[in-house]
C-alpha cells in the first residue's frame, strides 16, 4: 500500500524518525543522479508518509498555521541592544526562541478588547480613544499579533457600522509585517460590503506602496480578498493587488484565489446587465451575508426575474446556481448559455487557453493524471483550507463563498506518473546569435613564453560596473 | 577530481585527499584567487591578484564581478579586444586548473564547479560553457549553500541536524534551508537575491561617506578610493572603528555608520529569509544552526541580523570565504566515490517556479493572455518531472507558440522568458479522441537544467523544446574553435605570475605615492625589472625581497593586511 509499502515500514508504528531513516537508506540505491524515476518514486512516497503521520498527529494544522502566521521577529532595528550576557557566546549555545508567552501581555489585550466590546455594545461615547489604546497594544507586543487580530476581527464584524471603529493605516501594515491578517482581511470586508470603493482603492494603493514590508503570507489571503473586492466593484481585474497576492500565497493556494479574483470579474461584468441597484444584493448573496436579504424580498423578486430572463454562459451559472432557491435551479439551469461557438479560427494564433473549471464545450470528466497520492493529498489541502478559513474567521460567518463549489481536481499540482518516454537526454541546443568573442589567434606565444594582445588605443570599454 | 569554487569576487580551487578536502595554493600561497582579468600597459593580460591591482589603477582595463553577468549577452571591452562573461569565467578556470595541476602534479580534467542557488538555467549553461573552454569537463554543478552543508556535515552525516546557509557573498545572497539526517543531504526549500552582495555594502558605503563629507574622488583615484572603503568595511568586522585617508586626514568610521550606510540593503536580506523558512514548512525555532557563508558575512551587521531574525548568536566555525570550494572538493570526492568519504546523498531544489504563458477566461466570453501557469513549483525537489494538460482556444487553431517562464509573478511580463517551442497539428478533426489538447512535461535534472516535452495527445507526436532564444551563449562551433585555441595556451608561465604581481602592485602603489616616496619606490622596482630581464634567479630572488619588504611596509602603514585574507 502506498506509500508504506515503497518504504517497508509498517504504517501503524512507524514514526517520523522512522520514514526518515527508510527513505535514506532506499536513497542510497535509489539516488538521485542515477536512477530519476526510482528516485521520484521514492520521495513522493517520502513526502506522502511524512504528511500522513504529520495529518495523524495533528501538528500539521497547527504548524502550518504557525508558519502561515509567520514567526519571524518583528523588523525593526531600534531593538538591536544585545541584553543577553557574553558567556552564552563562548559555549555556542544558541538562544531559544519559543519562550512562553508573557502572560501579561496577553491579559492586556484581553482586558483591552472586553473594553472596547462593552463600550461598542452599550453605545458609548469616546470609542476612538480606546481604539487607539488598543491599537497602542499591538505595537508594544507584535508577538500576540494573532491573538490581537482575531479579537480586532470579531468586533468588526458584528460591530462593522460604527463609524469610530476604524483602523489607521499603519496599525494595519504592522499587523500584516507581524505575520497577522485577520483585521486587515476584516477591514476589507467590512469595506466590500458597504461596496466602499474609495476605501478599498485607497487600501489597494497602500498595500501596493509597502508591499515590501508586508511580505508575508497573511498579505497575501488579505490583498486576495481586496483584489476579490475591487475586481467586483471596480472591475479591475488585471491589478497590482491580485500580484501581490500570488506573490504571497501559498502555492497550493494561489491558483484558488486567483479564480476567486477571476470569478468575482466574471460577475462584475454579467451584473452590468443587471437592472441597476441590484449589484449590492447580489454582493450580500456571494458573501453570504447573515443579514442579506431573502429572495422574496423586492430586491430578490426583481433579481429573479432579471435573470429569467439574461442569458448566461456556463461559465456564470457555475458561479451562481447554488445562490438561487432550489426551486428555481432547474429552470436557470435551462437558461446557461449553449457552447461558446466556433469562431472563424486563424491558424497560428499565438494563444492557449488553459483548461478553466466550467464546463467546456465538449464537456467531460477531466480526470487528474496523478499517481493515488494526489486525491489524499488534495483532500487534505482542501481540510487544511476549510480549518484554517474556520480559524481565521472566527465562529459566525462564513469567509468569501463567492466561489461556491471549489474546482474539481483538475489541478494538476504534482503529478507523480511517470513519463510516457525514458527520462530524456539533452537535445543538442542550437544558437543562433552571433557573438564577438575574444580572437584567440591574437593571443600569441613570443619566445619568451610572454602573451602579446594587440593593444587599441581607441577602445574605451564598456566598464559594466555593478555599481551604480 | 576537483572542486572549484567560482565566485564573484575571489575563486577557489580544492582537491579531496586523504580523508579531507583541502584547498589548493597558487606560487603565491595564496589560496583565494581575485575572479578578476585585466589588460596591462604592455598590452599582457592578467588574471587574479595582479589583475586585481591593475584594475584598481585603470578600472577601464578590465573586468571584475562578471558572474553577475553570466547567462546574459553583456560584452566588456579592454585591451583592444570584446569579452563577455563566458570567456572571462572560462579564463579564470583555466587559471584554477593551473594551479591544481601545479599542486597535484597530474593532468586535471573533471570537476565539480559551484554555483549561487538560485542561479537559473541559462546562467548554470554558461558556467558549464566555460569550464569546457577552459578544458574542464563538469562532472557536477551543486549549489553553493548545499556545498557549504556538505564541508559542515561530511563527517557526521548521520545526525539529524536542521540549518539555515546564510551566504552572503560578494554579488550574490542566497538563504538555504536543509536537513541532514542518515546520510542524506537534503535541501528543503531556498531563496535569494542575485544582485546583492558584499559589493553593494562597499558601494553604498563609498557613497555615505562622500555624502557625509561633500567630497568625491578623482576620476583616476576611484579604484584606489574604493579599495580603501573596502579594507575600512572589513576593519569593521573585527574592530569598532575603522579609518579611511580622504584628501590627506583620516576619517572615522564607525559601526554604527555602516550600518546606517547600508540600512536598506539589510532591509532587503529579511524577505528572502521569510520566504526561504516559509517554502521549507520551517519556523525559525526548528532551526538547529545557522551556517554563514560568503565574506560578507563577517560584518557584524549580519550576525546583528541573525540574531533578531532568528533569535540565535552564530559563530563562524568553518571559513566563510573557503567553506564553498571544501564543500565542492568533498562532492568531488563523492562522485570519484573516494573510500575516506562516507556515502553521502544529495538531493536539491529547484529556485524557481517554472512554467508556461496561458490564457484565461476574464469575464463575460473575454479572453486574456499574458498570465503564467507554473508547472513546477518552486523549491520542488529534483530531478523533478510534472505535466499539465493544456489546450486550445479555438477548434480551428492548428498551432501554438509555447512560452517558457520562469519567475514567481503572476503574470509573464514579470517574469523570465527562457524559451519557446512550437506545436503544430492541433486542428480539431472529426472522430479524435483529444482534440486540441497537449500535455507539457518540465523535467528538472540534477544540474538545474530544464528539458521540455510536448505530445499532442490527438495525435500522439511529441516534440522536445529545442531553445530558440539563449542570450549570452555561444555557438558550438564557436565554442569548439576557442577551445582548441586556448588549449595550448599558456598565459601565465609559472615564473611569470609572482613577478606580474609585484610589478602591477607596485605601479599601484606608485600612483598612492607623491615625491620622495616615489623615488624610493622607483630605486627599488628598477633594480627588479633589470634582474627580470636578465633572467638571473639569484638577482631577481634578491631584489624581488627588496620590493616585497617596500611593498609591505607600505600596506601596514595604510591598514591593510595581506590584501586577499580577511582580518580574523
Redesign the interface.
Known amino acids: 500500500m502506498f506509500p508504506w509499502s515503497d518504504l517497508e515500514l509498517d504504517p501503524a508504528s512507524a514514526s517520523e524518525?522512522d520514514v526518515?531513516?527508510a527513505?535514506?537508506?532506499k536513497?542510497?540505491v535509489c539516488?538521485?543522479?542515477q536512477d530519476?524515476e526510482g528516485?521520484?518514486k521514492l520521495?513522493d512516497a517520502y513526502t506522502a508518509a511524512l504528511e500522513e503521520i504529520q495529518w495523524g498527529s495533528g501538528t500539521q494544522i497547527e504548524?502550518?498555521q504557525?508558519?502561515l502566521l509567520?514567526?519571524?521577529?518583528p523588523?525593526s532595528?531600534s531593538?538591536?541592544e544585545?541584553t543577553?550576557p557574553s558567556a552564552?557566546?563562548e559555549d555556542?549555545?544558541?538562544?531559544?526562541?519559543?519562550s512562553p508567552a508573557i502572560p501579561t501581555s496577553i491579559s492586556l489585550i484581553e482586558e483591552a478588547f472586553w473594553a472596547l466590546d462593552a463600550a461598542l455594545g452599550s453605545g458609548q461615547s469616546g470609542i476612538a480613544d480606546l481604539v487607539r489604546g488598543v491599537e497602542g497594544l499591538l505595537y508594544e507586543h507584535p508577538d500576540q499579533v494573532q491573538l490581537w487580530g482575531q479579537r480586532m476581527h470579531d468586533l468588526i464584524t458584528r460591530f462593522g457600522d460604527h463609524p469610530d471603529l476604524r483602523l489607521r493605516p499603519e496599525a494595519m501594515l504592522f499587523e500584516l509585517e507581524h505575520g497577522g491578517c485577520a483585521a486587515s482581511y476584516a477591514i476589507i470586508d467590512r469595506l466590500d460590503r458597504q461596496a466602499g470603493v474609495d476605501g478599498l482603492s485607497s487600501l489597494a494603493r497602500l498595500f501596493i506602496s509597502n508591499k515590501?514590508r508586508i511580505?508575508?503570507?497573511g498579505t497575501g489571503l488579505a490583498a486576495a480578498h481586496l483584489a476579490c473586492a475591487l475586481a467586483f466593484w471596480a472591475q479591475d481585474?488585471?491589478s497590482a493587488v491580485?500580484?501581490l497576492a500570488?506573490?504571497n500565497l501559498?502555492?497550493g493556494e494561489r491558483e484558488l484565489h486567483?479564480q476567486y479574483i477571476?470569478r468575482n470579474?466574471?460577475m462584475?461584468?454579467?451584473l452590468q446587465l443587471a437592472p441597476s441597484g441590484l449589484k449590492s444584493f447580489w454582493r450580500q448573496q456571494l458573501l453570504g451575508n447573515s443579514t442579506r436579504e431573502s429572495w422574496d424580498g423586492p430586491d430578490g423578486q426583481l433579481a429573479l426575474r432579471w435573470i429569467q430572463s439574461a442569458s448566461l454562459?456556463p461559465?456564470?451559472y457555475q458561479t451562481l446556481f447554488n445562490l438561487i432557491p432550489k426551486e428555481l435551479s432547474a429552470a436557470f439551469k435551462r437558461k446557461a448559455a449553449p457552447p461558446?461557438s466556433?469562431?472563424?479560427?486563424?491558424?497560428?494564433?499565438?494563444?492557449?487557453?488553459?483548461?478553466?473549471p466550467?464546463p467546456k464545450p465538449?464537456p467531460r470528466p477531466?480526470l487528474p493524471?496523478t499517481s493515488i497520492s494526489i486525491p489524499f493529498r488534495f483532500a487534505g489541502l482542501l481540510i487544511f483550507l476549510l480549518v484554517k478559513a474556520a480559524l481565521l474567521v472566527g465562529t459566525c460567518n462564513k469567509s468569501s463563498s463567492d466561489s461556491p463549489n471549489l474546482p474539481a481536481p483538475r489541478l494538476?499540482?504534482?503529478?507523480g506518473?511517470?513519463?510516457?518516454?525514458p527520462?530524456?537526454i539533452?537535445?543538442?541546443?542550437?544558437?543562433?546569435?552571433?557573438?564577438?568573442?575574444?580572437?584567440?589567434?591574437?593571443?600569441l606565444?613570443t619566445p619568451e613564453?610572454?602573451?602579446?594582445?594587440?593593444?587599441?588605443p581607441r577602445?574605451?570599454?564598456?566598464?559594466?560596473?555593478?555599481?551604480k | 577530481m576537483i572542486g572549484i569554487d567560482l565566485g564573484t569576487t575571489n575563486s577557489l580551487v580544492a582537491v579531496f585527499e586523504k580523508g579531507g578536502p583541502r584547498i589548493l595554493a597558487n606560487e603565491l600561497g595564496e589560496e583565494l584567487t581575485p575572479s578578476v582579468i585585466a589588460a596591462s600597459e604592455d598590452g599582457g593580460l592578467l588574471v587574479g591578484r595582479a589583475a586585481k591591482d591593475r584594475l584598481i589603477l585603470d578600472p577601464k582595463s578590465g573586468v571584475a564581478c562578471f558572474k553577475r553577468d553570466m547567462g546574459t549577452s553583456a560584452r566588456y571591452s579592454f585591451g583592444g579586444k570584446e569579452w563577455n562573461p563566458v570567456t572571462c569565467s572560462a579564463l579564470i578556470l583555466s587559471e584554477m586548473k593551473r594551479i591544481a595541476e601545479m599542486n597535484l602534479g597530474t593532468e586535471v580534467t573533471h570537476v565539480v564547479i559551484t554555483v549561487p542557488a538560485y542561479f537559473h538555467d541559462q546562467q548554470r549553461q554558461a558556467t558549464i560553457e566555460a569550464a569546457n573552454i577552459a578544458g574542464l569537463s563538469v562532472d557536477r554543478i551543486i549549489n553553493e549553500p548545499t556545498a557549504a552543508a556538505l564541508a559542515y556535515g561530511y563527517r557526521n552525516p548521520d545526525q539529524e541536524t536542521r540549518i539555515l546557509v546564510f551566504d552572503l557573498g560578494g554579488g550574490t545572497f542566497d538563504v538555504t534551508l536543509l536537513e541532514i539526517f542518515d546520510g542524506v543531504v537534503e535541501v528543503k526549500s531556498s531563496a535569494g537575491e542575485s544582485r546583492l552582495g558584499g559589493e553593494d555594502y562597499t558601494d553604498a558605503l563609498c557613497q555615505w561617506i562622500e555624502a557625509r563629507h561633500g567630497w568625491k574622488p578623482e576620476a583616476s583615484q576611484t579604484g584606489n578610493w574604493r579599495q580603501r572603503v573596502e579594507v575600512a568595511k572589513r576593519m569593521l568586522a573585527v574592530h569598532e572603528v575603522a579609518s579611511v585617508s580622504l584628501d590627506q586626514r583620516l576619517v572615522e568610521i564607525s559601526r554604527n555608520d555602516l550600518r546606517d550606510a547600508t540600512a536598506a540593503l539589510t532591509a532587503r536580506l529579511r524577505p528572502v529569509v521569510s520566504r526561504c523558512l516559509r517554502d521549507g514548512d520551517t519556523s525559525a525555532s526548528e532551526i538547529d544552526d545557522v551556517l554563514l557563508v560568503g565574506g560578507a558575512s563577517r560584518m557584524t551587521i549580519v550576525q546583528d541580523f541573525i540574531h533578531e531574525q532568528l533569535k540565535r548568536i552564530t559563530r563562524i566555525r568553518i571559513d566563510p570565504d573557503r567553506v564553498v570550494a571544501l564543500g565542492a572538493a568533498v562532492q568531488a570526492g563523492l562522485s570519484a566515490n573516494d573510500d575516506a568519504v562516507s556515502d553521502i546523498v544529495l538531493t536539491d531544489v529547484c529556485p524557481h517556479t517554472l512554467g508556461v504563458e496561458t490564457t484565461k477566461e476574464v469575464g463575460f466570453g473575454k479572453h486574456e493572455p499574458g498570465y503564467f501557469s507554473p508547472i513546477i513549483d518552486r523549491n520542488t525537489t529534483v530531478p523533478a518531472s510534472r505535466s499539465r494538460l493544456f489546450h486550445t482556444l479555438h477548434p480551428q487553431q492548428d498551432r501554438v507558440q509555447l512560452q517558457i517562464f520562469q519567475g514567481e509573478a503572476r503574470l509573464t511580463t514579470e517574469n523570465k522568458k527562457i524559451g519557446q517551442i512550437q506545436i503544430d497539428g492541433l486542428r480539431h478533426q472529426p472522430g479524435q479522441k483529444r482534440p486540441g489538447e497537449f500535455d507539457v512535461r518540465f523535467t528538472y535534472d540534477m544540474n538545474g537544467i530544464l528539458e521540455v516535452e510536448v505530445t499532442n495527445l490527438s495525435s500522439g507526436l511529441k516534440k522536445r523544446l529545442i531553445v530558440e532564444q539563449r542570450p549570452g551563449s555561444l555557438t558550438k562551433k564557436e565554442i569548439d574553435e576557442a577551445l582548441a585555441r586556448l588549449q595550448p595556451l599558456k598565459l601565465h608561465p609559472r615564473d611569470l605570475l609572482p613577478n606580474r604581481a609585484r610589478l602591477e602592485r607596485a605601479n599601484r602603489v606608485y600612483a598612492e605615492l607623491i615625491g620622495p616616496a616615489r623615488e624610493h619606490l622607483t630605486a627599488v622596482v628598477d633594480p627588479f625589472e633589470a634582474a627580470l630581464e636578465s633572467q638571473d634567479p639569484t638577482l631577481i630572488k634578491q631584489t624581488a625581497a627588496v620590493l616585497d619588504s617596500f611593498l609591505r611596509g607600505f600596506f601596514e602603514h595604510e591598514g591593510e593586511t595581506q590584501p586577499d585574507s580577511d582580518p580574523s
Not at chain 1, 509567520?70 to 521577529?73: E, G, H, I, K, P
Not at chain 1, 494538476?412 to 503529478?415: A, I, N, P, T
Not at chain 1, 613564453?449 to 587599441?456: Q, V
Open positions: 524518525r526518515k531513516r527513505y535514506a537508506k536513497l542510497k539516488r538521485p543522479d530519476p528516485f521520484r520521495h504548524d502550518s504557525s508558519i509567520s514567526n519571524l521577529a523588523a532595528f531593538q538591536t544585545l543577553e552564552p557566546q555556542e549555545i544558541s538562544l531559544p526562541f519559543s515590501g511580505a508575508n503570507q481585474t488585471s491580485a500580484d500570488y506573490e501559498d502555492r486567483m477571476d470579474a466574471a462584475a461584468e454579467f454562459t461559465h456564470i461558446i466556433q469562431s472563424s479560427g486563424q491558424g497560428g494564433t499565438t494563444l492557449q487557453w488553459e483548461q478553466a466550467a465538449s477531466i493524471q494538476d499540482l504534482q503529478s506518473k511517470p513519463a510516457r518516454s527520462f530524456v539533452p537535445s543538442t541546443k542550437v544558437n543562433e546569435e552571433p557573438v564577438d568573442s575574444v580572437d584567440f589567434k591574437d593571443l606565444s613564453g610572454r602573451t602579446l594582445i594587440n593593444p587599441d577602445s574605451r570599454p564598456d566598464h559594466p560596473t555593478p555599481r
